[in-house]
């Protein structure tokens, strides 16, 4: 059996700007305004961020007026937590197989 992580998630969630906004996101939904003023990121830039994090389908939008409003799927990261939880106990099953050289 094959177990793996999703590689592009973990890549999009690695840089330290789009998981701050991830945490930032769990605890409420946010526009870009609120965003910066949590971040101090440029607007650019995290609009940048977003737009990285819209396409790994991390976040919804919610248009409202002249606003966007983003949203954390939180089922993304409860299939990627399930991901680890799985690899992890592999290793713990085959803790103390150990192949020959």
Do not use: W
């Not at 592009?8 to 939904?29: K, M, Q, S, Y």
């Not at 819209?54 to 991901?83: H, I, K, N, W």
């Amino acid at each position: 059996m094959v177990i793996s992580v999703d590689t592009e998630l973990l890549r999009v969630l690695a840089d330290p700007l789009r998981l701050h906004i991830v945490t930032l996101l769990a605890r409420e939904t946010l526009c870009t305004t609120h965003l910066v003023e949590e971040t101090g990121a440029r607007q650019t830039n995290l609009s940048n961020h977003l737009k990285v994090l819209r396409e790994a389908g991390v976040v919804d939008t919610e248009p409202c007026g002249r606003f966007t409003y983003y949203r954390l799927r939180p089922e993304v990261l409860d299939s990627m937590s399930g991901q680890f939880t799985d690899l992890a106990a592999t290793a713990r099953a085959n803790a103390g197989v150990k192949r020959s050289c």
